[in-house]
């Protein structure tokens, strides 16, 4: 197998930025924007689950952008960490819960 990447740079030597959240279509258009803006390589992490991990592994981003609830935040930085320990994380938190008013 072939060598494995850096971890910041694509072979075109940009930076590659990585998109984990649960709904598609966010995904798509922050991936689709970020390409179209910057001079980056952005990648569809998927939704945190395994596939997330796999794509990941492969690609080690420069800097992973995660959108999920709390409740799963701690544990998919974990893994982020373990897999790809030069990323930097930026995460969007949303919550869920309706406030008592």
């Not at 569809?44 to 800097?63: C, E, F, K, M, T």
């Amino acid at each position: 197998m072939g060598a494995k990447n850096s971890g910041s740079t694509h072979p075109s030597k940009r930076p590659i930025i990585g998109v984990i959240s649960p709904h598609r279509i966010y995904r798509e258009i922050l991936v689709s924007a970020l390409n179209r803006e910057l001079e980056a390589v952005t990648i569809d992490l998927l939704d945190g689950g395994r596939g997330s991990i796999h794509r990941l592994s492969q690609n080690l981003p420069a800097v992973v952008i995660v959108d999920v609830v709390p409740e799963l935040l701690p544990g998919l930085v974990r893994m982020v960490r373990r897999r790809s320990r030069a990323s930097r994380r930026m995460t969007i938190e949303s919550s869920r819960s309706q406030r008592p008013g």
